[in-house]
């Protein structure tokens, strides 16, 4: 069975503090892909970024880094320098190379305080 | 700005009422999907269609129908729903549904709908 957890239901930071978002997930595919979404207070969700599971590095985009541990089956989000544009809802999701659904986690509102 | 939209954004509706949820995406994808997101509640998986086939149904009541015309196009049927559909109901669509492939799938902004 696939299963994604994001234990952190609700998290409140102030401007310009450093926030991650925990996801972890359950697959037993070998091949598989990992999201996060962003869902602001508008309602559409917004995708973030896509990694396959042979590539573990790292990655960077602005104040956005993921940290993609395979041993432990996390995919964590951090924020740099939070903005109080980045409040929203977001979700960590997984899909198997099987092909299929998206499975989701059941998010994480973030709430980012001038 | 994502290429996917929806009509209407919000939506009041009685239960004894018929109505329709359209979806489109000018994206060129092969699939789009129908979600359901209740308050508090993780999203839902209603239905996917892969090149106009239905290609899932996640044990939906039968209130809700949906209809897939052509690969742009999307509809969501209702009739006589109960106060517990109120929910946002979000449209997504990818490039594919199959396996061998990775795809990210792009959402509309949602139709809010409402049951009094």
């Known amino acids: 069975a696939q299963k994604v957890t994001q234990a952190q239901t609700e998290i409140s930071v102030v401007e310009k503090e450093d926030v991650t978002l925990d996801c972890v997930y359950e697959?037993?595919?070998?091949?598989?892909?990992l999201f996060w979404y962003k869902q602001p207070p508008s309602g559409e969700l917004v995708f973030l970024i896509r990694?396959?599971?042979?590539?573990?590095q790292n990655e960077i985009s602005g104040r956005y880094s993921w940290n993609f541990q395979k041993s432990t089956s996390s995919f964590n989000f951090t924020i740099t320098a939070s903005q109080v544009v980045d409040s929203a809802v977001y979700f960590c999701a997984l899909r198997s190379n099987q092909g299929g659904k998206l499975i989701f986690g059941q998010g994480t509102e973030l709430s980012v305080k001038p | 700005e994502t290429g996917v939209t929806q009509t209407p954004r919000h939506l009041v509706m009685g239960m004894t009422n018929k109505k329709s949820l359209k979806c489109e995406q000018h994206l060129g994808h092969n699939a789009m999907y129908w979600y359901k997101q209740s308050a508090k509640k993780p999203l839902e998986l209603m239905f996917v269609?892969?090149?106009?086939?239905?290609?899932e149904n996640n044990s939906v009541p039968s209130r809700f129908s949906p209809e897939c015309p052509n690969s742009s196009h999307l509809f969501l049927h209702l009739h006589t729903l109960q106060p517990e559909d109120s929910a946002l109901y979000l449209c997504a669509s990818s490039r594919t549904f199959g396996g061998g492939s990775f795809y990210e799938q792009y959402f509309g902004p949602g139709t809010r709908l409402t049951v009094t």
């Open positions: 697959t037993r595919d070998t091949t598989y892909y």
């Open positions: 269609y892969s090149l106009e086939e239905r290609v």
């Open positions: 990694r396959n599971s042979f590539d573990e």
